[in-house]
């Protein structure tokens, strides 16, 4: 079955600074890859996604790539603020006759300090 | 516009017990899914329903979960009996339509200990 790998687990930047997270993924039929952002005790929102018919996509500091050849897809944060502080999730869709199924890596702890 | 609701938020239980969570997914949204989330880990998909059909159950552990959607809108999820594993966030998640790449929204959740 799909199988998501993701790293680091933790990852402790300056404010200012970027941050990457990389995730990469094992279904080739897989063509959503959506980022989540959970705060704790809060519940998982998207704040990013691509689609596998395109390589990059930007949304104000964030942007997200993907190789699909490679098989991983990359989450970028840029000029990093305190409230960015979370954990960080990647999921890749299930191919085949599960449609909208989602499949998520371990997550990535986000420290940004002041 | 609504979000996902889910209740209660919190259930504290002991091994053996039953127990039963409930979610109302966001107004006309047709697939629903449970999610199991276990402290330091991504979710884990245990059923996904599109209106009250069973879309795929294949990670739900039939011997103790169960769930329904009777009327195509809420949910429920029980675990009878319950084991000191089932320790979790169970998140609920709606999507609006029943293809493939639809953006999932997810409820606050409900955390429960086993003890």
């Known amino acids: 079955g799909e199988n998501v790998e993701q790293h680091p687990s933790t990852l402790s930047v300056q404010e200012g600074d970027s941050a990457v997270i990389k995730c990469t993924y094992s279904?080739?039929?897989?063509?959503?890859f959506p980022w989540y952002k959970q705060e704790l005790g809060k519940r998982p929102q998207l704040i990013i996604d691509?689609?596998?018919?395109?390589g990059e996509k930007k949304d104000q500091r964030i942007a997200v790539t993907l190789n699909k050849t490679a098989k991983h897809f990359s989450l970028h944060i840029t000029e990093t603020q305190p409230e960015d502080s979370a954990v960080y999730f990647c999921?890749?869709?299930?191919?085949?006759?599960?449609?909208?199924?989602?499949?998520f890596g371990k997550g990535t702890k986000l420290s940004v300090k002041p | 516009e609504a979000g996902v609701a889910q209740s209660p938020r919190y259930k504290i239980i002991e091994k053996r017990q039953s127990v039963a969570f409930w979610c109302n997914p966001i107004?006309?949204?047709?697939?629903l899914y449970w999610y199991q989330q276990i402290l330091g880990q991504g979710p884990k998909l245990l059923i996904q329903?599109?209106?009250?059909?069973?879309?795929?159950d294949s990670q739900l552990p039939k011997d103790r979960f169960s769930a329904e959607r009777l009327k195509g809108v809420d949910s429920t999820l029980k675990i009878q009996p319950a084991k000191l594993e089932d320790s979790a966030v169970y998140l609920c998640?709606?999507?609006?339509?029943?293809?493939?790449?639809?953006?999932?929204?997810f409820g606050s959740g409900t955390q429960l200990s086993v003890l």
């Open positions: 998640a709606s999507s609006l339509g029943t293809g493939n790449n639809e953006k999932l929204f």
């Open positions: 999921a890749a869709s299930m191919g085949g006759g599960s449609q909208g199924n989602l499949i």
């Open positions: 279904d080739s039929a897989s063509n959503y």
């Open positions: 107004s006309g949204h047709a697939t």
């Open positions: 691509i689609r596998s018919n395109v």
């Open positions: 329903f599109q209106n009250n059909g069973v879309v795929d």
